[in-house]
């Protein structure tokens, strides 16, 4: 742990932890599922903390309609509406922000409700833990950025070159509000997105695509089914064959993966069959979700899983005549990581050895994020959060409180030694 200058001293002191808890209740109780009215509602409720914070705030809206560039991430849900939110804290310099602390406010939905402990929306604190949908992923990461600038507001520290923070939208579904706020011409020297971390510092991101199987059959009445082909059962062995298509990508995966057992994971997650109970189903459509490894194109990835699923059917006497048509919809997140030897990763970890937290080890995420959009952008980014990533997404999601605090004061630090002190 380094001698903190007192500007550095004032600044850690300054971080107000009742505060970023009273925030984090309030954004976990809009209910900002991806494409609800409530997804914009929250954009304006983080801008009005960031106004509050002196920042200079750009508010606008989204044009969905130039979301449909070929360099768009694409959507999975509908939106009449998005809304894009940076908070520019002005330095004594002009030019790029020195330092990007980006966050999402989109949520995914709650599933089954019977399975939470009370209202998801009804945020909770319970063991040292704010519980609700969005409390991991990722609220409190963003709530730790805007509890890292109210430190160095209230520290009275006047920044030699600005830092921002980018709220976006439509993470959760391929990530448009990130694109959106590139595109608009929001950039910095380096980012940090506060993703759940679970005290690492993830300094690369898998890709994921969304696909969609079809899988065709031949109807017969169901008391002769042998008359007929069921496209339940050919999906049973195309399903199989895309498992053992699985593990053979699973190998030789990077070493920052360690302890995850599907670093490109491949998960079907809806499968819609039939029209009539008493009929073999000629038709059955399924949709799911395929990882792309780290550096693999997103053109190859795809290639790659047309490839087995033709050879698959190429080689079964019903498919070989009608094959599976595949066909590619919604997000599409390639993979990105931080260059290799970035001062960026250095940074972040002394910053977080310095505010009191233990050494940070070097992780990857098997999950699609922001990062590589920003990586794509030339800006060197990385995650450093609050929380489990195992928890989101199900129904015990919550962030405990010392993790939003301790990351608030590792992004305050990094803040000033980045920014630099006027």
């Known amino acids: 742990m380094a001698d903190l200058t007192p500007t550095e001293a004032a600044v850690l002191d300054a971080v ?3 505060a970023a808890v009273d925030l984090l209740c309030r954004l976990v109780a809009v209910p900002s599922v991806g494409g609800t009215a409530a997804e914009s509602e929250v954009q304006h409720l983080v801008a009005a903390a960031l106004d509050g914070l002196g920042c200079d705030v750009d508010r606008w809206a989204i044009d969905l309609a130039a979301a449909t560039a070929p360099d768009a991430p694409g959507q999975e849900v509908e939106r009449e509406e998005a809304v894009g939110v940076v908070g520019t804290l002005p330095g004594a310099d002009d030019g790029d922000p020195a330092l990007v602390l980006c966050g999402h406010t989109d949520v995914v939905p709650t599933g089954d409700r019977a399975l939470w402990d009370g209202d998801p929306f009804t945020p909770r604190i319970a063991g040292g833990a704010v519980h609700g949908r969005g409390t991991c992923d990722m609220k409190g990461g963003l709530v730790a950025s805007l509890a890292a600038l109210a430190a160095v507001r209230a520290a009275g520290v006047r920044l ?7 709220s976006v939208v439509g993470e959760e579904d391929g990530g448009l509000g990130a694109w959106a706020t590139l595109a608009r011409g929001h950039r910095g020297d380096a980012c940090v997105i506060p993703e759940p971390t679970d005290g690492a510092v993830v300094t690369a991101a898998a890709g994921a695509l969304t696909f969609r199987l079809e899988v065709p059959g031949a109807a017969a009445h169901a008391a002769m089914r042998d008359r007929g082909v069921s496209a339940v059962e050919l999906f049973a062995q195309v399903h199989a064959d895309l498992r053992a ?13 360690a302890g995850e057992r599907y670093p490109y994971g491949l998960s079907v ?9 008493s009929t073999v189903p000629d038709l059955l459509v399924a949709e799911g979700r395929y990882g792309v490894r780290l550096g693999e194109p997103v053109a190859a990835a795809r290639a790659a899983f047309e490839a087995r699923v033709a050879a698959f059917c190429a080689g079964h006497p019903f498919l070989a005549g009608s094959p599976v048509r595949v066909a590619w919809t919604g997000g599409a997140f390639a993979s990105g990581e931080l260059p290799p030897g970035d001062v960026l990763l250095g940074q972040v970890r002394a910053a977080v050895v310095d505010a009191g937290g233990p050494p940070p080890p070097e992780r990857a995420v098997p999950a699609g994020t922001d990062l590589r959009l920003y990586a794509a952008a030339g800006i060197p980014a990385l995650h450093l959060g609050p929380g489990d990533l195992h928890l989101a997404h199900g129904p015990g999601e919550r962030v405990p409180v010392a993790e939003v605090t301790a990351v608030a004061r590792a992004l305050a630090l990094l803040t000033v030694r980045r920014c630099g002190v006027a």
């Open 16 to 18: 107000d932890e009742a």
């Open 269 to 277: 997650g809806t499968v819609r069959a039939g029209d009539w109970a």
């Open 160 to 166: 030699r070159r600005p830092v921002a923070v980018h």
């Open 245 to 257: 298509f699985e593990a053979e990508r699973q190998r030789d995966a990077d070493p920052r993966f």
